[in-house]
């Protein structure tokens, strides 16, 4: 293998899940498979796209959503993308505004009950229009009844802005990535009302991304890179004892720059909702599991283009397997696993049940897309 870029510059936002990244430098994982990584915190989810488009990064923690978006032409000019691994699935969640505690909201069904009585049509936040937190949003407001394009508006915030927009009113709740959950907990702005999680159990969430472009003209880079990050997501799961150490590592100044105790408990899996319920999560997030969490399942790529379908992103269906064969680079990442020693799945596809008792399966994403009672 000829390594093209040894040098590979990868953009992040300061989420607990930019996890495997920090790792991989702290522990300087890439010597082995001839790279060096350079981290570079950006602002936003727009600018991190625009810099992978611009060709200023090499490659970056991204939405999977928003990755999918890129590929479809959402929001920005159409660019081919590549997916080159999953970075980690749950830890995300909803939080609401502790006034709507005191106004009786406790759940879903407490949450519609107290929009169909309010005046207007209360604000939440996301943080990218076709990103996973965007989508998460939609499908629990909507598995409880509500629609989220005509009873409530949400707009677009950065992560780490959420619990200001929060508290200085803008917005009633929000779906973002941790630590700003539990930061809104500490700061008594808000309570988690429901975790990604609880919306999908082992959901995808980060991925490794990159454009086709750089996957083609730097396949070693790309596959070393892959293997970097496996290596890095072996060691956060490998033990509670390197979870800790890695919440001390994910919280440092040029990462998420907080109090390592802002992101140790809920990456330990040890909730706390902020209204008086506490539980250990089995479905905490997670970085690696024998490779389970890693290997970029084409239906997963083809539930978030049914999502982008369902709320009225794109016009048409795509050729929903066309686009995800293409975009998941299934080669390059199961070069990089055997070259690591991680498990590689039976099928491209894996089956999910949803908050909502609906069964996805990639089966007949058509139908999937156009079946929901609320949609555009």
Not at 185 to 206: L, V
Not at 213 to 224: K, L, N, Q, S, V
Not at 322 to 348: F, Q
Request: aromatic fraction near 8%; charge should be negative; hydrophobic fraction near 45%.
């Amino acid at each position: 293998m000829s390594i093209e870029k040894t040098e590979v510059r990868v953009g992040f936002l300061p989420l607990t899940d930019c996890a495997p990244i920090a790792v991989a430098i702290a522990l300087e994982l890439g010597a082995k498979h001839g790279i060096r990584i350079v981290a570079q915190r950006e602002a936003s989810w727009a600018a991190l796209r625009d810099k992978l488009i611009a060709g200023e990064l090499d490659a970056g923690h991204a939405l999977y959503g928003m990755v999918y978006g890129t590929e479809l032409g959402i929001g920005s000019r159409q660019t081919g993308m590549a997916v080159l691994m999953t970075l980690n699935q749950n830890g995300q969640a909803i939080t609401v505004s502790s006034s709507l505690r005191r106004d009786g909201v406790t759940d879903g069904e407490t949450l519609a009950r107290y929009l169909r009585a309010a005046d207007g049509r209360a604000i939440f936040a996301q943080t990218f229009p076709t990103g996973t937190h965007a989508l998460w949003l939609n499908y629990w407001l909507a598995a409880h009844g509500i629609d989220p394009l005509r009873d409530v508006r949400t707009l677009s915030v950065p992560p780490q802005q959420m619990v200001a927009n929060m508290a200085d009113g803008r917005v009633v709740g929000f779906c973002a990535g941790e630590p700003w959950h539990a930061d809104a907990i500490e700061r008594g702005t808000g309570f988690t009302i429901a975790t990604s999680q609880r919306i999908w159990p082992d959901h995808p969430e980060k991925v490794l991304a990159c454009t086709a472009d750089f996957a083609a003209r730097h396949p070693d880079t790309a596959r070393a890179l892959i293997a970097t990050l496996l290596d890095a997501a072996r060691f956060i799961d490998a033990s509670d004892e390197n979870r800790a150490c890695t919440a001390g590592v994910v919280s440092a100044r040029e990462y998420v720059d907080v109090n390592p105790l802002a992101i140790a408990p809920r990456l330990l899996g040890r909730y706390a909702d902020g209204a008086g319920h506490a539980w250990d999560d089995p479905h905490r997030v997670r970085f690696h599991a024998e490779g389970a969490v890693n290997y970029p399942y084409l239906s997963d790529a083809i539930w978030f283009m049914t999502q982008h379908k369902r709320w009225g992103m794109v016009n048409d269906h795509p050729d929903y397997e066309a686009v995800a064969e293409r975009v998941n680079r299934i080669d390059l990442y199961a070069d990089a696993a055997r070259a690591t020693g991680v498990a590689l799945p039976a099928s491209p596809l894996r089956r999910s049940t949803l908050v909502d008792g609906t069964v996805w399966d990639a089966a007949d994403p058509r139908a999937y897309a156009d079946g929901f009672a609320i949609r555009a």
